[in-house]
């Protein structure tokens, strides 16, 4: 693990005044949990080029070559909302992909999906550190990779902003737009009910309305995607016209 920079931002609010950036890590999630122990501004960015044991939702492994953009916020929330801000987190990403030139969809959480393709994924924690609660907030982007540099077993289902455009968009080029939209939401977190960033999440995810199947530890359930509810579940209509709601587990469109 080595620290290769720090960046200012000073115009941000609060996320990403600060970034370190590492050549490599196991998991800039993992760094950022380590550093707890420490007294740390609270938006503080750790970016790394790679990361040996990049780490997914559900227990997966996050591929993280070389190429990738790869890094954890660090949050200090008032409410024990690391995965409502997860959710939320998904917008920026998207935001940032249509930007560079991507024209991505917000898949339930929040992968950000382009033709069926994942290309970021977000990976949120809730953390105690001396009574403090905190939330780390992992990111990761196929951003300048080529997709034989992922595993085997994801390369029909995911894809890169390489692949995509034709443009060469630099990995701070895109971080520095995207912590810009980080931080405004951040703020708009702080500064707004909660309320109304879910109906704006729902307005962005396009899973909403498509025939799904969602498995969890109960069972599989397979309706349309019918509604966000206040508590950030997506709301399932299965066939027989019964409500489910589903938080966490795997969830695909099915035809
Ligand atoms: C997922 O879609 O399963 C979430 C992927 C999250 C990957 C990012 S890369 C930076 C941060 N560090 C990790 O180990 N994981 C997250």
Redesign the pocket.
Known sequence: MLKIAEFHEPNRKLVGRTVWHYDHVE???ETAKELLEEDLEEGLVLWADR?AA????QG?A?A?PLGGL???VILRPKETHAWILGLLAGMPVVKALRHFGVFAGLKYPN?AVYQDRKIA???SEGVYRRDIYHVII???VNTNVDLDRLPPDVQATATTLKREVNLFVANDEFLDYLLNQIDDLYSRYRNTRIEFLIKDYRGQCTTIGKRVTATTSKGAVTGRAYDIAPNGALIIMDDANAKHEFVEGSLKVVP
């Open positions: 998991s800039t999630n990361q990049g780490r997914g939702r997966r996050w993280s790869y890094f954890s992968d994924g977000i990976l992992g990111i990761g």
